[in-house]
């Protein structure tokens, strides 16, 4: 139990392309989901924390317009990179929180990202 | 402000060998503590928490962790250390603001030589 997905799990795009990535609970329900992103050899960065039916709430110095969230059912959530460049190429990495559990963090797999 | 660090980059063990990875930590209030680990290209794995309770906490693949307050420290260990454990391990403690979010350490790499 406790699985997360995300699909892709890999992609290249071209530079001012928009790229979606989808984050998935696969056995629970998730009102909370995680967004972070993690550059090589570093740690995971937190961007925005997603709230289903609601607004993202965005980390300080992460641009709400270009890394758009959508967290539209209790067990999904979509993080849109816009327009994007080079250098947003990355990790990302989703998290999901089980409804009702304050403690605990089920992450996925993580989505490849090279802007060409 | 809450922060946790990690001193080591990398830490080396022969396989058989007991091994340790140093976390501190900074929070105010109660600290509620994590380890994860990350292998190649993967998301993360919890391997265990102390949210309270005894200082020493057993978690996943025979990894524990002791909660030590008075040095702010929450150290993970293992008696014996398989290759199989060569990973990038990460310490994390949870914001005391809203949606209880994680701040991670940053990360330190295992390598375990048989």
Same mark, same amino acid.
């Given at each position: 139990?406790?699985?997360?997905?995300?699909?892709?799990?890999?992609?290249?795009?071209?530079?001012?392309?928009?790229?979606?990535?989808?984050?998935?609970?696969?056995?629970?329900?998730?009102?909370?989901?995680?967004?972070?992103?993690?550059?090589?050899?570093?740690?995971?960065?937190?961007?925005?924390?997603?709230?289903?039916?609601?607004?993202?709430?965005?980390?300080?110095?992460?641009?709400?317009?270009?890394?758009?969230?959508?967290?539209?059912?209790?067990?999904?959530?979509?993080?849109?990179?816009?327009?994007?460049?080079?250098?947003?190429?990355?990790?990302?990495?989703?998290?999901?929180?089980?409804?009702?559990?304050?403690?605990?963090?089920?992450?996925?797999?993580?989505?490849?990202?090279?802007?060409? | 402000?809450?922060?946790?660090?990690?001193? $080591?980059?990398?830490?080396?063990?022969? $396989?058989?060998?007991?091994?340790?990875?140093?976390?501190?930590?900074?929070?105010?209030?109660?600290?509620?503590?994590?380890?994860?680990?990350?292998?190649?290209?993967?998301?993360?794995?919890?391997?265990?928490?102390?949210?309270?309770?005894?200082?020493?906490?057993?978690?996943?693949?025979?990894? $524990?962790? $002791?909660?030590?307050?008075?040095?702010?420290?929450?150290?993970?260990?293992?008696?014996?250390?398989?290759?199989?454990?060569?990973?990038?391990?990460?310490?994390?403690?949870?914001?005391?603001?809203?949606?209880?979010?994680?701040?991670?350490?940053?990360?330190?790499?295992?390598?375990?030589?048989?």
């Amino acid at each position: 139990g406790a699985v997360v997905s995300q699909h892709p799990s890999r992609v290249i795009c071209k530079s001012g392309t928009s790229v979606k990535i989808e984050c998935r609970s696969l056995d629970f329900q998730a009102t909370t989901m995680f967004w972070y992103r993690q550059f090589p050899k570093q740690s995971l960065m937190l961007m925005a924390t997603s709230n289903e039916g609601s607004k993202a709430t965005y980390e300080q110095g992460v641009e709400k317009d270009k890394f758009l969230i959508n967290h539209a059912s209790l067990t999904l959530s979509t993080l849109t990179v816009t327009s994007a460049h080079p250098e947003d190429s990355s990790f990302y990495i989703c998290s999901a929180r089980p409804s009702g559990q304050q403690e605990t963090q089920y992450f996925g797999p993580g989505t490849r990202l090279l802007v060409l | 402000a809450q922060s946790v660090a990690q001193p $080591e980059d990398q830490v080396n063990v022969a $396989e058989g060998n007991p091994l340790t990875v140093k976390c501190t930590y900074s929070v105010s209030g109660n600290p509620y503590l994590f380890w994860y680990v990350q292998y190649p290209n993967r998301g993360l794995q919890f391997l265990l928490k102390y949210i309270t309770g005894d200082n020493l906490v057993k978690g996943s693949y025979g990894f $524990e962790a $002791e909660f030590n307050k008075s040095q702010t420290s929450f150290h993970l260990k293992k008696p014996s250390a398989l290759v199989s454990d060569s990973a990038l391990y990460f310490c994390a403690v949870r914001f005391s603001g809203g949606y209880n979010k994680l701040i991670f350490g940053a990360g330190t790499r295992l390598a375990v030589h048989p």
